[in-house]
């Protein structure tokens, strides 16, 4: 049985928790496979919205197992916060969520460490969610990080002294002023250790492989999006991790044959929040009308998230990143009633127009070139079959699948459940 992804395409928050929902039923597993709380995803359904950040969002449905694998890099405190809030809801959760023993561990240093990073940057942040995220995968793979499995061993809090007294040497090392009780925070991040433990954890890539043996169906569900990769991404306003398919191979110990569909996942149009370059970004009223219709504001942190039209240079380069299989447009309803659409095609880049993601996007490289779409007007969220698509919205859709080559096989109208398309 084969492994199917799901993953971002743009800037992150395109709506990948929502689509795993959906798809749950359709899967025995659920696996996260990369990025850590930096991630928010957003589920709505009953009138309720759930926001996860480490749990994969397939944990509110009774039956599939959810996995945190081992390309996931794990903060106790957030982790047991997420658990709290699934207790409100009575989620049965100790039966349905195992953590890889491989998965990183977030100590409260390296939030620290992140926070003094970004503050020694200055104006050249990258805007991080200061969740420790660049610091434990950079202990991960200098080789000195803590696993969830070293939690069953006797002597892990020497390990983790030792960790914690570097990492407040390379605190020290940063020229700025870091406020911290350090106490406090073990306090808090050991109790949290305790809860977690009492959770299963597991020999993951064995699981899965047991799993696929006996002919189980596994969604692999990804975090950030594929232009904030490690390698692929607009670096260095990236995350650490690699967020594209080949991310999952190596977050979950699945091999490249045994994936099966990737489910790329794209908003129509773009948003990024952080720092960095964004082509299509719009500064005037339609790019604030898109992020007030469209409540762009992050689910981790609340900041606002810039807005602008879909780039289809980048769109193409991260389908073809991934291996794309099936695409998921969504949030079509936040563009009704704009008086027209633009489409990136091109890029003008050094007097030449270009089709492919240069090195640099920077503003002063790069000017985008844009097709124009009427817009549709009518308004989409009561919506429930493609056949009661505007003519305009088809038009788009058209448009999208004839220069991607690949079907959209879901059209989002909404955030709950049941504002999903089908096609
Ligand atoms: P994720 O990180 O990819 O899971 O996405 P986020 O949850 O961070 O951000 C997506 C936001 O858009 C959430 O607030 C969702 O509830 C909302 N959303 C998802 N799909 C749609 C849609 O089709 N239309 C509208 N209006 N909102 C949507
Ligand atoms: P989901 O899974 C959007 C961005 C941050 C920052 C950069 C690096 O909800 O789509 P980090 O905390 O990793 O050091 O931040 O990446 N970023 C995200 N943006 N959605 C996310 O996750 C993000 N996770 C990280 O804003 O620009
Ligand atoms: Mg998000």
Known sequence: MAVDLLLGLQWGDEGKGKIVDVLTSNYDIIARFQGGPNAGHTLEFDGIK?????IPSGIFHESAINLVGNGVVIDPVVFVQELDGLDQF????????VLSRKAHIILPTHRL?????????????????????GPTYMDKTGRNGIRIGDLELDNWKEKYRALANKHEALIGF????????????EDEFFTAVDRLK???FIDSEAYLHDAMDAGKSILAEGAQGSLLDIDFGTYPYVTSSNTTAAGACTGLGVAPNQIGEVFGIFKAYTTRVGSGPFPTE????????MAKVGHEFGAVTGRPRRCGWLDLVALKYTCRVNGVTQLMMMKGDVLSGFDKLEVCTAYKYKGETITHLPFNIEPE???PIYTKFDCWKEDLTQMSDPSQF?????????FLEKELQIPIKIVSVGPDRTQTIHR
Do not use: C, M, W
Not at 90 to 97: A, M, T
Not at 282 to 289: C, P, Q, S
């Open 50 to 54: 759930h926001v996860l950040r480490t």
């Open 90 to 97: 009575n989620i049965d959760y100790k039966k349905k969520l």
């Open 113 to 133: 460490l992140d926070a003094a990073s970004e503050t020694a940057k200055g104006k050249a942040k990258i805007g991080s969610t200061l969740k420790g995220i």
């Open 174 to 185: 940063h020229d700025v002023k870091i406020q911290y009780d350090l106490k406090e925070l």
């Open 198 to 200: 009492e959770l299963t």
């Open 282 to 289: 719009l500064f005037d009223d339609t790019g604030a009308e």
């Open 365 to 367: 490289n790069v000017t």
């Open 390 to 398: 505007p003519k305009e919205l088809n038009e788009y859709i058209d």
